[in-house]
């Protein structure tokens, strides 16, 4: 079929074969079939801005309920993070290798084999590399873009384990800004890492990240932790009474393995407010919704990206210091200062589907000016 049905997959063999196929079909179809077109090649890997909720799971629930009753899209094209906006636009109408997990580090993205130490998935599924999709000759013959996000989880877990320290008087006097630049140049390092691996297997590739958007006062959620024993239970009791067996093998096709989701729980380390708590900043205002986060808080949450920000601004210099050229192909999008309303939000740290589809507008229009 000229346009598959799924752009997207989680197995660089699997996405490889969708990128042949589409280059064949532009070469030999068009006579027959005049729709067919030229698709974008891009490797999205990332954090949970990328991969929210973890999405392995409801790719799972997508499948099974599109081939049983017939409902489309479930999962596959819920917008709740970046990456589902994004893929799913039909002005930019690209193919998509998706490597990103929900609790990633910076340092997948200079892996050459998953770490297996951060990320919601990685003990059980680890995710591909950057490195390993880069190795494949189709993908990087063919690639027109690479897409990250990452850096949040890192000065999360530093502001957890030394940054904030205990409160005093105010909030810049409570935490130890040399660790949190420190924290934060190690990011950028893992980014300088990453355009290396573009340099030497697809140099033609853009590369485009992104800042994250300064938190609203949004005091919900911000923990990761999901129990899957009963979802593969279920998920496992539905394919046989249903006689679905055979579905196993399309999913596959996205990276996913049925015969292994088992009894399985993941927890992430992303409660910023039980830290500050801890440390006697001051409290979050009490709210029956969940909402208000305490001004001080709020200001530091804003330092902290803003450091974050300030590394990676310094990537064309790091850059130029270590190759001694100038760096091209490479965008940075700032959406600090969008999806500045609590109704975007869906706790302290992740967007909401209004939200990711703000963010992933801007990322569809930077992606189609760079691949111009």
């Given amino acids: 079929m000229p346009s598959p049905d799924i752009d997207y ?9 969708l ?4 280059k064949w079909q532009v070469k030999v179809l068009p006579k027959w079939w005049p729709c067919v077109k030229n698709k974008p090649v891009i490797i999205s890997e990332g954090d949970s801005w990328f991969d929210y909720p973890a999405k ?4 799972v629930v997508g499948v099974l309920l599109k081939y049983t009753i017939g409902l489309q899209n479930f999962g596959m094209d ?3 993070n970046v990456i589902d906006v994004v893929s799913r636009n039909k002005k930019l109408d690209a193919l998509f290798l998706r490597l990103e997990r929900s609790g990633d580090h910076a340092d997948e993205l200079a892996a050459k084999q998953p770490d297996k130490k951060h990320g919601v998935w990685e003990d059980k599924f680890p995710s591909n590399t950057l490195y390993s999709a880069l190795q494949n000759n189709a993908v990087a013959k063919h690639l027109d873009a690479i897409l990250l996000s990452a850096g ?6 530093a502001v957890r384990h030394g940054v904030i320290e205990d409160y005093q008087q105010d909030w810049v006097a409570s935490h130890d800004k040399d660790k949190l630049e420190s924290a934060a140049q190690k990011v950028a390092n893992y980014y300088l890492q990453a355009l290396l691996y573009r340099d030497e297997f697809a140099p033609n590739a853009q590369v485009l990240c992104h800042s994250y958007s300064y938190a609203v006062q949004v005091n919900r959620g911000t923990t990761t932790e999901f129990d899957f024993s009963d979802a593969g239970k ?25 015969d292994d989701l088992g009894e399985y729980t993941i927890q992430g380390d992303s409660n910023l407010h039980e830290t500050f708590d ?10 029956p919704q969940g909402e208000g986060v305490h001004p001080e808080r709020a200001l530091f949450i804003k330092s902290m990206l803003d450091t974050l920000y300030d590394a990676i601004q310094l990537l064309p210099s790091l850059y130029q210091e270590k190759t001694g050229k100038a760096l091209n192909g490479f965008e940075y999008l700032d959406v600090r200062e969008d999806v ?14 209004a939200g990711y589809k703000v963010v992933g507008a801007k990322f569809v229009d930077k992606i189609i000016g760079m691949l111009k």
Avoid: C, M
């Fill in 78 to 80: 819920s917008n709740t």
């Fill in 234 to 258: 279920l998920i496992g009791a539905l394919i046989k009474f249903l006689k679905l067996e055979w579905i196993k093998k399309p999913l596959k096709t996205i990276g996913i393995n049925l």
């Fill in 19 to 22: 990128v042949v196929r589409n």
């Fill in 152 to 157: 949040g989880n890192d000065l999360v877990h």
């Fill in 340 to 353: 500045q309303d609590p109704k975007y939000w869906s706790d302290f740290i992740h967007l909401n589907v």
């Fill in 278 to 287: 801890e440390k006697g900043w001051p409290k979050n205002p009490e709210h």
């Fill in 9 to 17: 997959s989680r197995n660089i063999n699997k996405f490889s074969k």
């Fill in 56 to 59: 392995s799971l409801t790719d």
